[in-house]
């Protein structure tokens, strides 16, 4: 038969495992709250406000809890406008939300709003929580599903498996598309100056990163298979992949910006001398912004149609031609886990890696908006 597994056996497994984590949507109640300010002698008060975030478990703090939280200190009385409710990851909303707004976004969690106010930011927030709350309980099927081996099973692709595939390539390559003038404008920036790390005020930065300790498990894992084999567990790591996926190909001009950026180096050791900006360079970042929030739909697609296949492979390995899922037990051990056991023979394991220097774009505009 062409299709899937039979949708009764499909339904009763959804029905169990929703059944199951029922009350964990009940549980996941948060709330985004827009906070503005008044000041209480008349002043006039900037055209700000603040997008920020309210779990549901939050030890039963609420958007009032954080009002008075800010208050404090602030001679202007601090209003909350608006709430959204949401049954979705509130961070994740929260998250989504600045991407969008990102060219408003003064900093941290202060927007800038216009003529109409706050209220097409808050229909924003709605729209966005009506496409996560309706991943709700896909998320929970393939959190279910993720816990378990797959089958080993191909299925055979229908016309809406097919449908759904060609939607997800064309999802990907305008998120492609995308992410390439992203990626130019901050090369760009990156390259402004030829020779030096250079900080540009208000648009981007560099920032010395912390060496990491790294853990050799290959070489522990041959040389103590015992202790490997005591020691280790068995974990299920999903991986999850697109067939006849698209493949994103340089530009020169990239390749140019990329090689020109290898030379670079610090003026003074950890000095990066911030240097001002210009028209030229406030039109590359506008350029970097446009794209961020461009990007913000396209990525939230490409997650709700591949939820779709994810749901759809259900226990099984993949889907012929459109996607795998696969899912299998291997032995890991963790350096912690090893340390417990014994640290003396842990250290011949880890290492510090090098220090890392990290380039960075502002996704906000602390300047003034043109």
């Known amino acids: 038969m062409d299709g899937y597994r039979p949708r009764k056996t499909l339904k009763k ?17 948060g709330f985004i709250y827009f906070m503005t300010e008044r000041d209480l002698f008349g002043y006039p008060c900037g055209p700000y406000v603040k997008i920020g975030l309210v779990k549901g478990n ?21 209003i909350i406008e608006a709430e959204v409710e949401t049954h979705a990851q509130v961070s994740t909303l929260e998250s ?12 941290g969690e202060w927007f800038n709003y216009g003529e109409d106010g706050i209220q097409p930011y808050v229909e924003l927030t709605k729209i966005i929580n009506e496409d996560l709350e309706g991943q709700i309980k896909d998320n929970l099927l393939i959190n279910q599903f993720a816990l378990i081996e797959d089958n080993g099973e191909e299925l055979k692709p229908s016309y809406e498996v097919k449908d759904i595939h060609h939607e997800l390539l064309e999802t990907k390559q305008s998120i492609i598309k995308i992410k390439n003038e992203k990626d130019l404008a901050k090369l760009k920036l990156r390259s402004f100056d030829k020779s030096f790390y250079r900080d540009i005020e208000g648009i981007c930065f560099y920032e010395k990163i912390k060496p990491q300790e790294k853990f050799d498990k290959v070489n522990f894992e041959k040389d103590h298979p015992d202790i490997f084999e005591e020691l280790s567990v068995k974990v299920i790591t999903p991986n999850f992949t697109i067939k006849k996926d698209l493949k994103n190909k340089k530009s020169e001009e990239v390749k140019k910006l990329e090689e020109l950026i290898e030379g670079q180096k610090f003026i003074k050791e950890d000095s990066y001398n911030s240097i001002n900006r210009n028209k030229d360079l406030i039109k590359l970042h506008s350029k970097w912004l446009d794209a961020h929030v461009e990007l913000q739909p396209f990525e939230l697609k490409k997650k709700l149609l591949e939820n779709k296949l994810k ?10 031609d459109i996607c795998s899922w696969k899912r299998k037990k291997k032995k890991q051990i963790t350096k912690n886990t090893l340390l417990k056991f014994d640290p003396e023979l842990a250290k011949n394991y880890i290492s510090i890696g090098e220090p890392q220097i990290r380039f960075k774009v502002n996704d906000f505009r602390p300047y003034h908006f043109d």
């Open 311 to 320: 749901v759809l492979v259900g226990e099984n390995q993949g889907i012929k």
């Open 58 to 78: 939050d030890d039963g703090r609420s958007s009032f809890e954080r009002r008075k939280e800010h208050q404090t200190g602030n001679p202007r009385e601090i």
């Open 96 to 107: 989504l939300v600045h991407q969008r707004l990102a060219k408003y976004r003064i900093h």
């Open 13 to 29: 497994k959804t029905t169990l495992i929703l059944e199951i984590n029922k009350n964990h949507i009940n549980e996941n109640i």
